[in-house]
Antibody, heavy 119, light 112 residues
Framework: QVQLQESGPGLVKPSETLSLTCTVSGGSISSYYWSWIRQPPGKGLEWIGYIYYSGSTNYNPSLKSRVTISVDTSKNQFSLKLSSVTAADTAVYYC?????????????WGQGTLVTVSS | QSVLTQPPSVSGAPGQRVTISCTGSSSNIGAGYDVHWYQQLPGTAPKLLIYGNSNRPSGVPDRFSGSKSGTSASLAITGLQAEDEADYYCQSYDSSLSGNWVFGGGTKLTVL
């Protein structure tokens, strides 16, 4: 059973870059789409973007100018970078995988990691 | 303001049937894109509940069902149980937003 685990700083200063890594275990990162989704405290889900194992990406247009998602197949990991963060970027960040060979529906989720943007 | 509109809350007594609607438009649900539903129990990550409008992943009880018609979709839960109390989200694809996935705003289900 594939498992995903987010890791990274829980506190980021305003204007800095948020960086998270998702480690995939129980399966290969190859042949699948890998996503980042976030959820501000007490609010709903927001798709950030996804990457195919080959490296092709698709980002939420509202975040596109600040987002970079990359993949490291040798480490079975993929990563998120979100630049110029503000308090509005405070959220639980989930890494995820499609149920099958498409990006959605999302069939596998990490447990999520809370990232707070504050000085 | 979410692209997909869900009621903020619904409630029902144990054993009852409840439905949660997800209303979209001609650029998402109405364009024929599939709708997926997720259940988020308090303090946990979302879990896929229904995919492809009406399909249940392995392990999801048949008390949960999904349907789609026109620009809307619905999630129905029959034989309501206390453990069904959670937030529910619909999701689809929107062709007007450059390949964007969209989520509904979420519906809080309270079991009375």
């Amino acid at each position: 059973q594939v498992q995903l685990q987010e890791s990274g700083p829980g506190l980021v200063k305003p204007s800095e870059t948020l960086s998270l890594t998702c480690t995939v275990s129980g399966g290969s990162i190859s042949s699948y789409y890998w996503s980042w989704i976030r959820q501000p405290p007490g609010k709903g889900l927001e798709w950030i973007g996804y990457i195919y194992y080959s490296g092709s990406t698709n980002y939420n247009p509202s975040l596109k100018s600040r987002v970079t998602i990359s993949v490291d197949t040798s480490k079975n990991q993929f990563s998120l970078k979100l630049s110029s963060v503000t308090a509005a970027d405070t959220a639980v960040y989930y890494c995820a995988r499609g149920l099958g060979v498409t990006a959605i529906p999302v069939g596998y989720w990490g447990q999520g990691t809370l990232v707070t943007v504050s000085s | 303001q979410s692209v997909l509109t869900q009621p903020p809350s619904v409630s029902g007594a144990p054993g009852q049937r409840v439905t949660i609607s997800c209303t979209g438009s001609s650029s998402n649900i109405g364009a024929g894109y599939d709708v997926h539903w997720y259940q988020q129990l308090p303090g946990t990550a979302p879990k896929l509940l229904i995919y492809g409008n009406s399909n249940r992943p392995s392990g999801v009880p048949d008390r949960f069902s999904g349907s789609k018609s026109g620009t809307s979709a619905s999630l129905a839960i029959t034989g309501l149980q206390a453990e069904d109390e959670a937030d529910y989200y619909c999701q689809s694809y929107d062709s007007s937003l450059s390949g964007n996935w969209v989520f509904g705003g979420g519906t809080k289900l309270t079991v009375l």
